[in-house]
């Protein structure tokens, strides 16, 4: 049997996106949202734009400075390096949805505590980096903090206070 170039060029096609917006669900912070973006969107865009979500900052737009960093399912990614597109079913977490409803989560309080805020340009994305090193070893010491936060760019210089945070958050974790 002989095959149909227009049958062909129909499944070709059939499966490209754009130009113009395509409609995506996102699992952001346990919950489904529909959204209409342009294939080009980034998550980070499509997180602070039609979600409203703006505690994910975008800072270079290039995946250098980790100011936006997320979780995509329990690993933290920088949201503006992946397109919006690209996360299918996976499960967003952005610094919203750290927080159990007016109950900060532990590295936030911390945070706080210790003064590792500064600016807070650069506190989400690192908030995030460091509760997930924290959940996959509550008693971290200075070099997986180090290690964490090595992706970081944070203007403020405020590395020490995020170190003596996490560190003390690890100690009270034994407690």
Known sequence: ??????????????SILGPGAVPIVLWVNGEAHTLLVEPRTTLAEALRGPLGLTGTKIACNQGACSACSVWLDDLVVASCSILAIEVGERR??????????????????????HDAVQCGFCTPGMVMSCAALLAGNPHPGEAEIRT????????CGTYPHVIQAMLALAEAEGD
């Open 148 to 155: 964490a936060i090595s992706g970081h760019l944070c203007r």
């Open 1 to 14: 049997m002989k095959e149909d170039p227009q049958e062909n060029e129909k499944s070709a096609t059939a």
């Open 92 to 113: 967003v977490t952005t610094i919203e949805g750290l927080a159990a409803g007016e109950r900060l989560h532990p590295v936030q309080e911390a945070f706080i505590a």
